[in-house]
């Protein structure tokens, strides 16, 4: 079965920071993309963080750039999200998610499968 197990948030001051891990299994995972999305109360979820090409490829949103890294780490099947200098809006439910190499990164239907989320609080 395909899993993806979200961990490390929690609850932190502004201007902290968190990495946020994704444990991935049941698919082969360095032929897909990963990404990380959020998605705070009242909101849409929204692409936050893509890696491809086995890791040679990095997307952001523009709210995260410079201030948030993705990684992966294929021997262990983990994609990473590296947030620093967080703002309480960054404030959201965190979700890692896999697709194959068509459609666009940040298009929530272009994806094959999702992990449970884990809470981020910045505050």
């Known amino acids: 079965d395909v899993q993806l197990v979200e961990s490390g948030g929690g609850l932190v001051q502004p201007g902290g920071s968190l990495r946020l891990s994704c444990a991935a299994s049941?698919?082969?995972?360095?032929?897909?993309?990963m990404s990380w999305f959020r998605q705070a109360p009242g909101k849409e979820r929204e692409g936050v963080a893509a890696i491809y090409r086995g890791g040679g490829g990095t997307l952001y949103a523009d709210s995260v750039k410079g201030r948030f890294t993705i990684s992966q780490n294929n021997a262990k099947n983990t994609v990473y999200l590296q947030m620093n200098s967080l703002k309480p809006e960054d404030t959201a439910m965190y979700y890692c998610a896999a697709k194959g190499p068509a459609g666009t990164w940040s298009n929530t239907r272009n994806y094959n499968y999702w992990g449970q989320g884990t809470q981020v609080t910045v505050s």
């Open positions: 049941g698919f082969t995972f360095s032929t897909y993309a």
